[in-house]
């Protein structure tokens, strides 16, 4: 390939990967746009069905009123703010969720054409496979991010309602209502243990992380030819890079799997 060919070549990937940052710029607006929404609207839900069960299970007195004035605040809260985000979705350039997933991808499948280098047709598919590496570490650093909150979330609801239960049984003759108060923060309590314990939030963002990680030194030191990449030539190390790479997805799968295996089956622990 010649100096300009390159330089070309250069030019034409820095740009793709100006504009693959752009669209995941409009990718992550979309996805916070679509959540904040749907969190408008599950509140508004919420409000609604908690005010009218207040009406019915209990007497109409003070009690049941204030639960009905903090629920059409909820309401009305969310309601206008749900009513803004989808105006201003509408007015907006922000394109669909699959407009800007697929825009991502196409953008992607360009940039790795482009990055492989395709100089040798025996290496093709290596240096594309090595194009794809960063997405492979983004898809796993994701994942791991996504299952950490999911995590939080639940441990810090199952810290709060705990907190709550005991609270509310202690000040019992002083909290109206207080037995309804007791049993939906067990509820909470016991709804978000069972839920962390199928689903191993905890444990699927360790691997996922540790994925990740794996992948990203071995990237490195393939770039860098240290450790096991040292005195290697360019398509040996490549030939290796995409070997410990996809032998430590095959690893990360079956963790998966065993993840998924009923609560009864053997679990793992991060640290084995």
Not at 115 to 141: C, K, M
Request: glycine share 8%.
């Amino acid at each position: 390939m010649s100096s300009v060919d390159e330089g070309g070549q250069k030019q034409l990937a820095a740009g793709l990967r100006r504009r693959r940052r752009e669209a995941e710029a409009k990718l992550t607006l979309r996805r916070r746009l679509n959540r904040s929404y749907a969190a408008c609207s599950a509140t508004v839900a919420c409000s609604m069905l908690v005010g009218s069960l207040a009406s019915v299970v209990a007497p109409i007195d003070g009690t049941v009123q204030k639960i009905d004035a903090v629920c059409l605040v909820l309401l009305l809260a969310f309601g206008v703010a749900g009513l803004v985000i989808k105006r201003w979705d509408h007015r907006s350039a922000v394109p669909r969720l699959v407009d800007a997933e697929t825009q991502l991808e196409v953008i992607q499948n360009d940039l790795r054409w482009v990055e492989s280098g395709i100089s040798n047709s025996v290496t093709i598919n290596q240096n594309l496979y090595r194009a794809d590496i960063a997405g492979i570490i983004d898809g796993f650093q994701s994942g791991s991010d996504k299952y950490r909150r999911r995590h939080n979330r639940l441990q810090s609801i199952i810290i709060v309602a705990s907190l709550g239960t005991t609270t509310v049984a202690a000040l019992q003759d002083a909290v109206p209502g207080h037995q309804w108060l007791t049993v939906g923060l067990s509820l909470l309590v016991g709804g978000s243990t069972g839920f962390m314990g199928y689903y191993k939030f905890r444990e699927r963002s360790f691997y996922l992380q540790q994925s990740a990680d794996q992948v990203e030194a071995e990237h490195n030191a393939m770039i860098l030819s240290v450790g096991d990449y040292r005195g290697l030539s360019q398509p040996e190390a490549l030939a290796r890079l995409v070997e410990r790479v996809e032998q430590i997805r095959n690893e990360q799968r079956r963790r998966q799997q065993q993840l998924d295996q009923p609560a009864g089956g053997q679990a793992l622990e991060p640290g084995e």
